[in-house]
């Protein structure tokens, strides 16, 4: 008993020691290019490419990543409104990125800074999907960096409402 009861214990810890040491991303695995419209271009400091020294991401790329959605109120909206998205850890994750500062930009080339820390489980999301719908650019479309505001009331602050840009289309990291 005392044994079974052991095994389990150093397996639990092998298995958390392996996905710590675990890198976010292999080195030799590949980015495909993109087959539709350019949605996302992400530059700077990442590990993976697909065009040239950034990489590109059409609609159908950014569905292939984790999914995840959330039900929040915003400061911009009425009622709460149910976003679906790429966690912005699982982009970052994807692109082999570990710190630094994103710099998004819009479409109107509006641009915030966001720490990489904030990409977190639970946290923002580059939301392609408002109401289970594709957002147009009259509705803060095509993709939106949305955090759960209702989730923390850290998220409901100025700093936070002002990362959450909406028509993004660029990401730059820098370390």
């Known amino acids: ?33 993109p087959e539709g419209p350019v949605l996302l271009t992400v530059t700077g400091d990442i590990a993976v490419t697909n065009a040239g020294d950034g990489a590109e991401f059409d609609l159908a790329m950014l569905r292939a990543l984790p999914v995840e959605s959330f039900t929040t109120t915003t ?32 479409i109107n080339d509006y641009a915030v800074e966001i720490p990489v820390s904030d990409a977190m489980p639970g946290g923002p999301i580059i939301a392609y999907l408002e109401e289970g719908e594709p957002m147009p650019r009259r509705k803060r479309g095509p993709l939106w960096i949305v955090y759960p505001f209702d989730a923390k009331d850290a998220y409901r602050s100025e700093v936070i409402y002002s990362r959450s840009i909406w028509q993004l289309d660029r990401l730059h990291v820098t370390r």
Do not use: F, Q, S, Y
Not at 5 to 23: D, I
Not at 86 to 103: E, Q, S, W, Y
């Open 1 to 33: 008993m005392i044994n079974l009861a052991l095994r389990h214990m150093v397996g639990a810890v092998a298995l958390t020691v392996v996905g710590l040491l675990a890198p976010p991303v292999a080195a030799d695995e590949l980015l495909a290019a």
């Open 75 to 106: 400061i911009w909206t009425e009622g709460a409104l149910e976003l679906t998205g790429v966690p912005l850890k699982a982009l970052l994750d994807r692109l082999g990125v570990t710190g630094g500062t994103l710099t998004a930009k819009a």
